[in-house]
């Protein structure tokens, strides 16, 4: 089974700072990548999909990047109201796991 | 308006059965792959079952498999999961989604609020 690993687990920026998340698949996943916000006590929301796609609705300073086994989920400028869990989940096969989250946080 | 209401959860004991029940609305059921995915208590999401429109690819995550049962019910705009053999690790809340596009391949667009199952003894 493709198991897909994020890192960091946490991290802390300060607000308008660029934060970088990273989600690696164990073998190659084309783009069937999918991101996603969780914010505290708040169901999942879908940010991001086919790597790069933007969710109608999310704001333009995410977005995301990658192909293969690498991608990347980037804020370009941190607002408070995204402190929240942020989880990679793949879905090219018949079993669709998330990764282990990135809990991001205000400095 | 797209809502999925989850219903069935409670607290069971080790080794016993709960059936967890995903009610949808305001889109056409049968066009779209759902799925079940868990929170345990401070931990992070997973995916634990799937299944296409017309139930011709059905999935399940390695630490359910053989336990659970997912299915549905087009004509009731329904979706079920059969939970048998339930262990503490089992514990979490259960959400229904759905997918967003037509296929089974597919990220998921609309969450429940989730269904909490508790399972201790």
């Known amino acids: 089974d493709i198991q897909m690993t994020q890192s960091p687990s946490s991290l802390s920026a300060s607000v308008g700072d660029r934060v970088t998340i990273t989600c690696r698949a164990s073998?190659?996943?084309?783009?069937?990548l999918a991101w996603y916000q969780q914010k505290p006590g708040k169901v999942p929301k879908l940010l991001i999909y086919?790597?790069?796609t933007l969710q109608s609705g999310v704001p333009s300073r995410f977005s995301g990047s990658g192909s293969g086994t690498d991608f990347t989920l980037t804020i370009s400028s941190l607002q408070p109201e995204d402190v929240a869990t942020y989880y990679c989940q793949k879905y090219n096969s018949p079993l669709l796991p998330f990764g282990g989250g990135t809990k991001v946080e205000i400095k | 308006e797209v809502q999925l209401v989850e219903s069935g959860g409670g607290l069971v004991q080790p080794g016993r059965s709960l059936r967890l029940s995903c009610a949808a609305s305001?889109?056409?059921?049968?066009?779209?792959?759902m799925h079940w995915v868990r929170q345990g208590p401070g931990k992070g999401l997973e995916w634990v079952s799937g299944?296409?429109?017309?139930?011709?690819?059905?999935g399940y995550a390695d630490s359910v498999k053989g336990r659970f049962t997912i299915s549905r019910d087009n004509a009731k705009n329904s979706l079920y999961l059969q939970m048998d053999s339930l262990r503490a690790e089992d514990t979490a809340l259960y959400y229904c989604a759905k997918g967003l596009g037509s296929g089974y391949y597919s990220p998921f667009d609309y969450w429940g609020q989730g269904t909490l199952v508790t399972v201790s003894s």
């Open positions: 086919a790597a790069s």
């Open positions: 073998q190659g996943i084309s783009n069937y």
């Open positions: 305001g889109f056409t059921f049968d066009d779209y792959a």
């Open positions: 299944i296409s429109r017309n139930r011709g690819s059905i």
